[in-house]
């Protein structure tokens, strides 16, 4: 048995039993690939995979027990190698921080430039993904940090803390007739079309559950991934812009009014997320200390601990 044939056993998972790409992702060739499965399955002595002809099609039950056992021996051999870089390159590296286009465009620019001028020889990568792509990135290892509103909690590979709360903000035009009215309803909200976040993105769901609440049904024209894609159907005129309150700068969004809708929605919490196991170098406690003072090294130490036992 060697690594080779772990990495393979792990990968055809991932690539969803198809050979051809696995042998791609792992630079070899498929019958290399092949080979080593039936190395292993005769080391073994089971059937790992459930065949139809040549093709793999699932993993058996002792397939499925062992898949556990390989991804966290592959966890724990780059955890290995993490240990040996944080003593022999203790400023120098990689950090993988996945997130959504909110945080890293209106959230972490002052966080990415404290961590750069405090580690300048760390590569630090900002992979912009959906929340659902996050969670993959950080239980397969992809990524060392995870930081986004939905889907992080209650994850089982998973140890998530809350980051920050906010609240969502509806944005008009200057002059739209929303502006006058004191206070701001969802009743009168929902006589204009509405531009806000795609399903599982930013908070969609309490803007769901509040006009559900109050037994109203907006008229959602457009929906889309980010902030600034809202704002900018919004200055067109397409409709009423809801998004994330931290998402509207005056100084910027020239021609654009923020409505004060605190009191319309639930706060939403983002969170921030790292994998259970999942050793970090000295550089990333940093950077989660810089989005949050009260997530010291110690206390990230502390809850991981926890969770794996």
């Known amino acids: 048995m060697n690594f080779q044939q772990l990495r393979i056993v792990r990968e055809t998972v991932r690539q969803g039993f198809n050979l051809t790409e696995v042998a791609n992702v792992l630079f070899t060739s498929q019958s290399g690939v092949s080979k080593h499965i039936k190395d292993l399955e005769d080391e073994l002595g089971i059937e790992l995979f459930i ?58 620019p002052q966080v990415v430039t404290q961590f750069k001028a405090a ?51 509806v944005i008009v035009p200057e002059g739209h007739p929303l502006e006058r009215e004191q206070p701001l309803s969802l009743q009168a909200l929902a006589r204009f079309p509405v531009v806000t976040y795609h399903e599982g993105f930013t908070g969609r769901a309490r803007i769901d559950h509040s006009f559900a609440s109050a037994g109203l049904q907006p008229d959602i024209v457009m929906t889309a991934l980010d902030s600034d894609v809202i704002k900018t ?54 950077f989660i200390e810089l989005c949050s003072a009260g997530l010291s090294e110690e206390h990230v130490r502390q809850h991981m601990s926890h969770a794996a036992h």
């Open 233 to 286: 159907y919004v200055e067109l005129g397409l409709g009423v812009g809801i998004t994330a309150s931290q998402a509207f700068n005056p100084a910027r969004d020239i021609g654009l009014r923020a409505l004060d809708s605190r009191h319309l929605f639930e706060a939403s919490t983002t969170r921030l997320a790292v994998r259970t196991g999942h050793y970090l170098r000295g550089f990333a406690y940093r």
């Open 51 to 108: 065949r139809k002809g040549k093709r793999l099609l699932g993993l058996t039950e002792p397939g499925k027990e062992l898949l556990e056992v390989v991804e966290r021996l592959l966890l724990d051999a780059q955890n290995i190698r993490q240990v040996a870089d944080q003593f022999s390159k203790r400023d120098q590296g990689q950090l993988i921080v996945a997130t959504t286009h909110t945080q890293a465009r209106y959230v972490l």
């Open 119 to 169: 580690f300048p020889k760390v590569q630090l990568v900002l992979h912009q993904a959906s929340p659902s792509e996050i969670v993959q990135l950080l239980t397969t290892g992809e990524a060392d940090i995870g930081i986004a509103t939905e889907a992080l909690d209650n994850v089982p590979l998973l140890t998530s803390f809350p980051y920050y709360s906010w609240h969502h903000a």
